[in-house]
């Protein structure tokens, strides 16, 4: 089975600042999905970014990019010029390739925004 | 409003008591998922439909819990005879899948319904 580790339960930043969020996972499975979903307070979970396996190319969505390590089985998050709007609790997800888009999430980061 | 959308929001039953909880997923979407969240963890899957059938459930779905979507279109979760573990956010999601190997990913959840289980 796979898991999925967020080891930063809590982080702060000043607006404008660079933050990184850290993942690692583990699979045995050689092709897959990685994902960052963002949980505004009481607010639904929207995706982030997404990053396919076999891509090498580390996916970048505006102000998020992806520091994907596929031999360490890391995966971290950096958020560039950080908004208030970017206070959330963030989670990282596994999706296997088995078609059935099941994601395996994190325990999360709890990333706040000082103004 | 289009998105996903969870009835009720907040959930507060006695213990032993059953309870219902209702998701319409985006209307195009055929796949839909129940995740289950406890303070401080991540969302646990639970159980997720392709249009009306059920296709897999979680070791985490209790005898206790039924899933149905039974038009394809908004899905229930019923607890049985609840108890305070069941106490927890239930996140429903829904996505549409046109065929592989078209992976998205990209699951659009609703807001929650939360249960307190007294």
């Known amino acids: 089975a796979q898991t999925v580790t967020q080891s930063q339960p809590e982080m702060s930043v000043q607006e404008a600042e660079t933050v990184t969020l850290s993942c690692t996972y583990d699979?045995?499975?050689?092709?897959?999905?990685l994902f960052w979903y963002k949980q505004p307070p009481s607010r639904q979970m929207i995706l982030v970014i997404r990053?396919?396996?076999?891509?090498?190319q580390n996916a970048t969505e505006n102000r998020f990019s992806v520091n994907f390590q596929k031999a360490a089985k890391s995966f971290s998050l950096k958020i560039s010029d950080s908004q208030l709007g970017d206070t959330a609790m963030y989670f990282c997800?596994?999706?296997?390739?088995?078609?059935?888009?099941?994601?395996?999430f994190g325990t999360g980061t709890r990333l706040t925004i000082i103004p | 409003d289009t998105g996903v959308s969870q009835d009720p929001r907040h959930k507060i039953t006695k213990r032993g008591q059953n309870v219902t909880f209702r998701c319409d997923p985006i209307?195009?979407?055929?796949?839909l998922y129940w995740y289950r969240q406890t303070l401080g963890q991540g969302p646990e899957f639970l159980t997720y439909?392709?249009?009306?059938?059920?296709?897999?459930k979680s070791r985490l779905l209790s005898d206790r819990f039924s899933a149905e979507r039974p038009k394809g279109s908004f899905s229930t979760l019923e607890i049985q005879r609840t108890e305070q573990g069941d106490s927890a956010m239930y996140l429903c999601?829904?996505?549409?899948?046109?065929?592989?190997?078209?992976?998205?990913?990209?699951?659009?959840f609703g807001e929650g319904s939360r249960l307190t289980v007294l």
């Open positions: 990053q396919e396996a076999y891509k090498q």
């Open positions: 439909f392709q249009n009306e059938a059920q296709l897999e």
């Open positions: 699979t045995s499975e050689s092709n897959y999905y």
């Open positions: 999601a829904s996505s549409l899948i046109f065929s592989r190997p078209v992976h998205t990913g990209e699951l659009f």
């Open positions: 997800a596994f999706m296997n390739d088995f078609g059935n888009e099941k994601l395996t």
């Open positions: 209307s195009e979407h055929n796949r």
